[in-house]
């Protein structure tokens, strides 16, 4: 069936493809419009550009699994401000005075237990509760944010550690650390959708959940830890991100969960769950990042790039639902 | 925990255990502080919650149609700079029409992609709140809005004024309520919004424009919240860019604790006006209690959690979810 | 030889739902290598029975011995892992994943770590599937698959334990002659196996070929079991109906109107070719044909829910384009759907509310709806439906399956429609029901409807039409008059066979 397999090719490389357009896309514009002399395509740029995308990449590759499980995630944006604020401030915390930069492990260790302990709340909630996924994280993404505020009310958190900046700035190979972690996760991630049960289970519950606790898969616990495996990651790109800014704002975060989902559903994750690649995941942030950055290249500012992101999020919706309506079967309801 | 399903005790905490538990609510605080009661205090409540009041009635329609208005927030902002904006080069008079019809607008977009091309109304109301709140950045150039000449416009009757003694704020939301409440439970448009929100498919089977309807209830929505921005810039005749921002959340609260199901099918604009009052006093109570508005938000989430949680339930007839 | 050691046996199974005996005192078994049928007519209690052995349901009473020992289905997972499977009709995979994974779903094998052991997985599936003969391999997509397949891959999923008793519910609704055949030699592997089938099917046809022993249950009760080759069909059915088969042709004949509709021509992709037919005002075609012929389709083509690709619609001597099922409201056609609790009823909304929502735009006063109109409606319809309900305002959801039917009809017929297409209607309904509603189609006709029937009941359609449009795979093989259908041609003519008459 020629038209079956079109689809599929489509569908597949289609965020590439993407890409590619707006590579090309910018370069060329740029030529007309960019405000600096440098070429859309120096290579810095790119560089830059991977480091910029792991915040939003690495939660993304956790809001992967959480949609492939069949569930959403709303409160990454606030999990993300709190761990931050946990990092930066646990280290003028009493206990660990007089330790130096020793305080660092520490620091980001608390930052990521907050993470899982946030992700926790959330993914129990759902299990025992049985209350979908999309309002337990709704109600989560205002009371985190509550607690947000409790800390320090409307002001922001600082600690600039110099060890820390360093470590954030530095290049390895080429790469910064933020695009070295960023890799990782995707690998460790990757691995776990592809190989381990956990992985296999959680897009069975996702494709069909009846069948999945017929076949005696226990639902409850999977969802579980998918939840505390995105609160570490949001706290650990928390972790990323402010270990070289030194300072959370308490607005910080929020639309996070906007971006990560436009670029989960970019990359071609199904909404309903079951279908998902952290591969495509990648090549979703990597298309936001690259519009953002392109936008800004071009003159565009925040407010525009958050119209045209908004935007973008429904041209995709449209397209995942043209290619996946069943033609002739279906009914026109 | 033990089933309960024919515990007639729990039936009825299902059915007013909200109602049960609000009314507790106040008693206790008008114990911690008799200020709680006075007639002042009550109508400063009702007055501060018009604005998420008559939100709240516009979003009472898309939910109960089976859908999800996220937007609300954002679209508020836009409604109130928009014709904070409008109001002093176009004049008053010029200005509300012009507004109504640009959110309406917004609204209609929204209405024919959840409606009629069928896309998830989560997620496209998602993102429909960043765009338009890029949209309002956009067109406020980032500055916040303010009228001019103060004093000199009679634009402050919206929010400011009263009529015999009761806030224009007030009777306005109580206009809107009693005119959509009408619309909802008296005609037929009312009656093909339930249906389609209880079982679309049935609806569709039953001859009822199910993508018209939904279209529908997304620009009543859109009215709603123009109305808010109405009240909200002539309040305080100058405001914010992201004067509405979070409110999406706490209409969605007050919507659900007054009982609506988040599936569609059930819930009344009546129901919705007490979770709207609840939610005010309760942000009141905690209020004279000095507590910051943060912790409202960890109130919220958890009235948000809790709420549903019965809903479901009662339905499931068990608290805890077996396996 | 049959070892006669049953691999399963049910004692005295009650099982009660709120007002209904579902279950009462059925005993039933089954040995290793034989294939034995369970049969009866809709609601007598065979799902029930099953989805009790399945584990699904918890008897309320009785015993159950897997291989003599007593045992208790706590969960589909325990009693497969009893050695207990059940093949249910509608299927239940992950079509985004591989066959391999479904086979083995929540039983991958693993490596240490938590890791899946992708060798294995995939080398026992091919095995499996070996076994099976079929013409996919382990590591398709199953959304990619035919119905047919897919069905394969549930029966491969009963294959990874060592099973002892496998279930079959209604297996050949969905599959073509070919593909049938295919399944006949599965179930007979497996009987070579020492497997013991449980085939619960209506195909008469089927059960003579291939089973040994035959069951009947009727109304939850157990009514005897017989050796197959010792018995025939108007037995069985005698069993199973407890009187002899009524299978009256209907014999009233009244005035015929003009022709109400039309169809000429009609085509839509796979589902249906060349289509043409008329209904007249005062009579009812019925249409009879397997699950998948296209009967229903043809229905949702005339209600605006398909559209045709080929061929014309007229109404009252007009040709229409019926867009939408309130285009099809317009033009005076209306449908009484197949699935009254997913298409028909609102189970949320109360049942006067049902009933008028397809003209609750013309029961108004001003701009309201005019609740006296509306209540008057709903009493005229309930008292010449005879619906029995406390009132009004009950909740659709909470009326017993005969009655939710009789307000989907009356909300139709309250719309006095040109064309009254109603599909399946009584099924899932009691003996009781059953024939009011019978009787109302016929009443409908003498009063002038134009009534189209699609029916898979051989009874019900042979009774209530006027003449019958025998479909086979997309296309109207035959049509017969009440005359001259008889029970024989009737079948050969939905199984495909054209003859010579």
Known sequence: MKSEQSKKLLKSGAIWLFILVELVFFSVAGEYFALSDKAFMDVDNMLLLLKQSAPIGIIAVGMTLIMVNGNIDLSVGAIFAIAGIVLLDSMSWPIFAGMGDGVIPFAWGLALLT??????????????????????????????????????GENPTSNLNWTLVDFAEAQFLGLHTATWFFLAVVAVVWWLTRYTIHGRNAYAIGDNRDAAVNAGIRVGPHMLINFVLIGVLAALSAVVFYSESGSVNPNDGQLYELWVIT??????????????????????????????????????????????????????????????????????? | MAGFANNEFVKLLGKQGILIAFVLFMVVFTIADTKFISVDNVLSVVRSSA?????????????????????????????????????????????IPLMFLMTLALGAFIGFLVGYLKLNS?????????????????????????????????????????????????????????????????TPFGRKVYAVGGNPTAATFSGVPRARTVFLCYLISAFCVATAGLIQASRSLGSQNTVGQGLELEVLAAVILGGASLLGGSGTVFKTLIGVLMLGFIQNGLLLMGLPFYVQFVITWGIIILAVWLDIAIKRGRFFVSA | MINSTPALRLEGIVKTFPGVRALDGVSFDVVPGEVHALMGENGAGKSTLMKVLGGLYQPDDGKIFVEEK??????????????????????????????????????????????????????????????????????????????????????????????????????????????????????????KQGVGVIYISHRMEEIFKITDRITVLRDGQYQGTVATKQTDEESVTQMMIGRKLDLTRNASHHELGDVALEVKDLSCGDLYQNVSFSVRRGEVLGFYGLVGAGRTEIAETLFGLRQPNRGSIHVDGKEVRVGSPADAIQMGISLVPEDRKGQGLVLGMNCRDNMTLPQVDDLTAGPFVANGAEVALFDQYRDRLDIRTPGWKQTVGNLSGGNQQKIVIGKWLSMHPNVLIVDEPTRGIDVGSKSEIHKLIRELAAAGYAVIVISSEMPEVLHVSDRIAAMFSGEIVRTFTSDEVTEDNLIQAISGIKQKD
């Open chain 1, 115 to 152: 993470g899982a302990t946030l992700g926790a709340i959330n993914g129990l909630i759902v299990w025992k509760t049985g209350v979908d996924a999309f309002i337990v994280t709704l109600g989560s993404m205002l009371g985190y944010r509550g607690l947000v505020f409790m800390f320090n």
């Open chain 1, 263 to 333: 670029a989960v559903v970019l990359g071609g994750t199904k909404l309903t769950g079951g279908a998902g690649s952290i591969i495509g995941t990648l090549g979703g942030v990597l298309a936001i990042q690259l519009l953002r950055k392109g936008l800004g290249y071009i003159g565009a500012d925040t407010s525009t790039v958050n119209l045209v992101i908004g935007l973008i999020l429904i041209v995709v919706l449209f397209i995942d639902r043209q290619l996946n309506t069943k033609g002739k079967e279906a009914l026109n309801v």
């Open chain 2, 51 to 95: 604005i998420l009041g008559v939100m709240a009635i516009g979003v009472t329609f898309v939910v109960i149609s089976g859908n999800l208005d996220l937007s609300v927030g954002s679209m508020m902002s836009f409604s109130t700079i928009v014709v904070l904006d409008l109001h002093d080069k176009l004049g008053p008079l010029m200005a």
């Open chain 2, 122 to 186: 989560l997620i496209v109301t998602l993102g429909m709140l960043s765009a338009i709140h890029g949209l309002t950045l956009t067109y406020s150039g980032g500055k916040n809005m303010d009228i001019a000449d103060k004093s000199g416009t009679w634009f402050s009757v919206f929010g400011q004024g009263d009529v015999i003694g009761i806030p224009v704020p007030i009777i306005l939301f109580g206009l809107l309520a009693a005119l959509f409440g009408i619309l909802l439970s008296k």
């Open chain 3, 70 to 191: 007593p045992a208790t289905m706590h969960s589909p997972l325990h009693s497969k892992a009893l050695g207990v499977v059940f093949i249910h009709q509608e299927l239940s995979l992950a079509e985004e994943l591989s066959v391999a994974e479904n086979v083995y779903l929540g039983e991958l094998p693993r490596k240490a770590f938590g890791l899946v052991d992708w060798e294995q997985l995939y080398s026992k599936t091919d095995e499996i599937l070996g076994k099976l003969n079929v013409g996919f391999n382990a590591r398709t997509r199953v959304g990619d698959l035919s119905i047919a397949n897919q069905q394969m891959v549930e029966i491969a999923r009963a294959l990874t334990v060592d099973a002892k008793a496998v279930i079959f519910d209604e297996p050949t609704a969905s599959l073509t002659d070919a593909e049938k055949l295919v399944l006949f030699d599965v179930i007979a592997d497996l009987q």
